[in-house]
């Protein structure tokens, strides 16, 4: 599978999650996990479908190895902290605890975007052109 339907398949996962965790907010009119809620919607999919987008019009022919561990760099700061902050503002988990977590997942998603945009520049698509 090509690293933009992959992104792609992530993105709409990500929009089944959120938008289930919106229906439920609103059917339970419990509205604490609206933090993770805009979290799932905006660094999951929006951002997951954002650079599926990239990958497809702009950065064929780029490196896979830097292109893979973006894609999982990515994801797996996503689900951490989508992950940490369901804890945390379900109540299941303190603060203290899932701090760590949070810093760490939330320094893999900025780097991420780190590995995107070098990626980006260091493009030579004709798109650019």
């Known amino acids: 599978m090509q690293l933009d339907r992959k992104y792609l398949v992530w ?3 990500y929009a089944v999650a959120g938008m289930g965790l919106g229906i439920y907010m609103a059917a339970s009119h419990q509205h604490a996990q609206h933090v993770t809620h805009a ?3 905006l660094l999951g999919f929006v951002a997951s479908l954002v650079y599926g987008v990239i990958h497809k019009l702009w950065l064929e022919g780029q490196s896979k190895g830097m292109a893979v561990a ?3 760099v990515h994801q797996l700061g996503v689900l951490g902290m989508c992950s940490g902050l369901f804890l945390l503002y379900g109540g299941f988990v303190g603060g203290a605890v899932l701090e760590p ?3 760490v997942a939330s320094i ?3 780097l991420g975007v780190v590995l ?3 990626m980006v ?3 030579r698509s004709d798109a650019w052109a």
């Open 11 to 13: 993105a709409l996962c």
């Open 39 to 41: 979290h799932l919607l």
């Open 70 to 72: 973006q894609l999982f």
């Open 101 to 103: 977590l949070l810093g």
């Open 108 to 110: 893999a998603v900025l």
């Open 116 to 118: 995107m945009l070098r």
């Open 121 to 123: 520049l260091t493009s």
